[in-house]
């Protein structure tokens, strides 16, 4: 019997599959209400309140403030302490809101 012999030349890759997360720390996309002189106080919208407190826009930067509220009519506060005429607050200011922190505003 005979014997044969074969020689073989094989090529292969090998591909590994790898999710990669990737976190881009964007500032958060905010709304933006300016607070309007009315007797004791501002008023501003009541969707700017969160748990006692208000988020105020500097130079598109974010700071939280502690605030004495009232209601004033349907969907608007009287702020009496914390947030002065003229200055803009955070409409529905979102959880990763940072004291301090960048944001964007909407346009």
Known sequence: MRRLRLTFTLSFALVFAAAVAVHVAMPPLVGMAIAMPAGDGVTVPSSALRGGHIWVVEKETAYQRAVKTAPRAPGQLLVSEGVAPG?????????????????????
């Open 87 to 107: 200055e803009a607050v955070v409409i529905d200011p979102p959880a990763r809101l940072v004291n301090g922190g960048p944001l964007r505003l909407t346009p």
